[in-house]
């Protein structure tokens, strides 16, 4: 059972940060993501009306999946190897995420504009003590409902919204390119790389046929001492 470890982590590192449903599109948005230091990570965000689903491959086959339900308030979370899923209110996921929320920052536009795999882009900035964030945004793909910084679960850092993802709460425009940089380091880099408007299935954003529902509250009370993971 140790192998669901990692998955726990990533019940916090897919959070939605409170932001608006990008109601307009339907479809899949693929993105690279790097903290700057590791190879970057191909996340595939793909969306429908009120939902969400978000599929991170952390490397050697690994691929981790959570599915945001706006209406039901809920979160969803695959675990492949054990062909089951995990559900938990997304109130309590973001609670478990709050732990270090950080300072959210001003975010100011610029006049510097520029085309994104053929979508026109407005660069703005978010400056925080952290690091100061270029970002190029669309208006044509509805709000962004976040990463919660994914770069948590795979990689072991906090799960936290960073500073420039809580700048864009509320906003209608979509990030296709983030630069956060500290100094001259660079902290974060996003890149979107391909935009694939589709009708997508509802079946896409349930557990897939054959998934058992996983009770981590159950599995704990039946364990000794109260721990699935024996510490």
């Not at 991170?56 to 979160?75: L, N, V």
């Not at 700048?167 to 100094?183: D, E, M, Q, Y």
């Not at 896409?204 to 109260?226: E, W």
């Amino acid at each position: 059972m140790k192998k669901l470890l990692p998955l726990t982590l990533l019940v916090s590192a897919l959070l939605v940060p409170g932001a608006l449903l990008a109601k307009n599109f339907e479809g899949t948005i693929k993105m690279q993501i790097t903290d700057g230091r590791n190879k970057a990570m191909p996340l595939e965000y793909s969306l429908k009306e009120g939902l969400l689903r978000t599929d991170i491959q952390a490397g050697e086959g690994m691929t981790m999946t959570a599915i945001m339900d706006f209406a039901k308030d809920e979160m969803l979370m695959l675990m492949p190897d054990q062909q089951m899923y995990m559900v938990m209110p997304m109130k309590r996921a973001a609670a478990a995420a709050a732990g270090h929320t950080g300072e959210e920052p001003a975010l100011e536009k610029t006049g510097e504009t520029e085309t994104i795999i053929g979508y026109k882009c407005t660069k703005y900035l978010a400056k925080s003590k952290e690091a100061v964030t270029e970002i190029w945004a669309t208006e044509e793909l509805g709000a962004f409902m976040g990463l919660g910084s994914a770069m948590g679960g795979p990689m072991g850092k906090g799960a936290a919204p960073q500073a420039w993802e809580k700048a864009l709460v509320g906003k209608s425009f979509f990030p296709l390119r983030v630069i956060s940089t500290a100094g001259t380091k660079q902290k974060f880099r996003m890149d979107v790389t391909a935009v694939e408007g589709k009708s997508l299935p509802a079946t896409f954003f349930a557990p897939p046929a054959g998934y058992q529902k996983f009770d981590m509250g159950g599995m704990m009370k039946g364990m000794p001492g109260g721990n699935p993971f024996g510490r």
